[in-house]
């Protein structure tokens, strides 16, 4: 059983177009994120939501969007893109929004985007 | 073998050593720590945690020692195995007001048969 997946695994692309990565987890985790991982594998957060609601958005640009159509599934399109927009994105979940300890989080196998 | 994530990102160990991966953390309210694995072509995976009321805490082959008045963390892995070899992530985070969760900047732990 997957815990936390991501569609699709590879996604190649032409800069201006527009692309969705899809993400569900089947933890009944409240909480799921999205990461962008650079080449030199720095792994920053984008968004997190918490029951379907967004609580961080770290300075990201309005190109991407994520939407969170019910507690499982945290999907992130991303419109315009561009070749620095070339990284592996990892969607990851949590079962609450605190720093309580135990509330580690799973991350998903990641999508490897490339912009041409 | 040492290393300092942020300076380091390399560590090579031979099968059997002991290794020692370091992390400096930047929020002094932070008070729960996580390290995380990542091995190629997969995402991080949870390997052990520990609050901030505790300065060590022991895991299988696995040791974290937490040192908050350097900002310093250390994930100790006993008898390194090939399988060990991997991008270590420390993170933290802190209970007061808002959860970001923040990782470190990874070091590679390269383990030599």
């Known amino acids: 059983d997957t815990a936390v997946s991501q569609t699709p695994k590879y996604l190649v692309t032409q800069m201006g177009n527009d692309k969705s990565i899809k993400c569900e987890q089947n933890?009944?985790?409240?909480?799921m994120y999205w990461y962008k991982q650079d080449s030199k594998k720095f792994l920053k957060i984008m968004f997190s939501y918490n029951n379907k609601e967004l609580i961080i958005n770290e300075t990201v640009p309005n190109r991407f969007s994520p939407k969170s159509p019910d507690k499982a599934h945290l999907n992130l399109h991303i419109n315009s893109l561009e070749l620095g927009d070339s990284a592996v994105y990892f969607c990851?979940?949590?079962?609450?929004?605190?720093?309580?300890?135990?509330?580690?989080?799973?991350f998903g196998p990641g999508t490897r985007l490339t912009v041409l | 073998g040492e290393s300092v994530g942020l300076h380091l990102p390399t560590l090579s160990v031979q099968e059997g050593d002991n290794s020692i991966i370091n992390c400096a953390y930047s929020n002094s309210a932070s008070d729960y720590f996580i390290w995380y694995k990542q091995e190629s072509g997969k995402g991080p995976q949870f390997i052990i945690d520990?609050?901030?009321?505790?300065d060590k805490r022991q895991g299988q082959r696995v040791t974290v020692l937490l040192n908050k008045t350097v900002k310093h963390l250390s994930l100790q892995i006993a008898a390194t195995q090939p399988g060990d070899s991997a991008v270590y992530f420390c993170?933290?985070?802190?209970?007061?007001?808002?959860?970001?969760?923040?990782f470190g900047r990874g070091t590679s732990l390269i383990v030599h048969p």
């Open positions: 990851a979940s949590s079962q609450e929004i605190s720093g309580r300890a135990g509330n580690e989080q799973f």
């Open positions: 993170a933290e985070n802190w209970a007061g007001g808002s959860y970001i969760p923040t």
């Open positions: 933890l009944g985790h409240d909480t």
């Open positions: 520990i609050r901030s009321n505790m």
